[in-house]
């Protein structure tokens, strides 16, 4: 599932880098499959599992994101 860092600030503040982001969510079981940079936003490409269905969509990571950082 790819999800652009600033898709993920219209939800929660965002205030590390997209690599510490992406290692982050990886301790919290969302593999990253990869990182690109498209029209200046980083966009983050997660392999979601089937024990992670609450992170399908946007604001499932928006509340992973809202919980790691308060």
Not at 1 to 11: D, F, G, N, T
Not at 21 to 30: E, F, I, Q, R
Request: proline share 3%; net charge negative.
């Amino acid at each position: 599932m790819k999800v652009p860092i600033s898709w993920l600030r219209e939800y929660v503040d965002v205030n590390v880098a997209p690599e510490r982001l992406a290692h982050d969510l990886t301790l919290v079981g969302l593999e990253l499959g990869g990182q690109q940079t498209v029209g200046g936003d980083v966009v983050l490409d997660f392999e979601v599992t089937t024990n992670r269905v609450d992170c399908m969509n946007i604001y499932g990571v928006a509340r992973e994101v809202a919980v790691l950082y308060g």
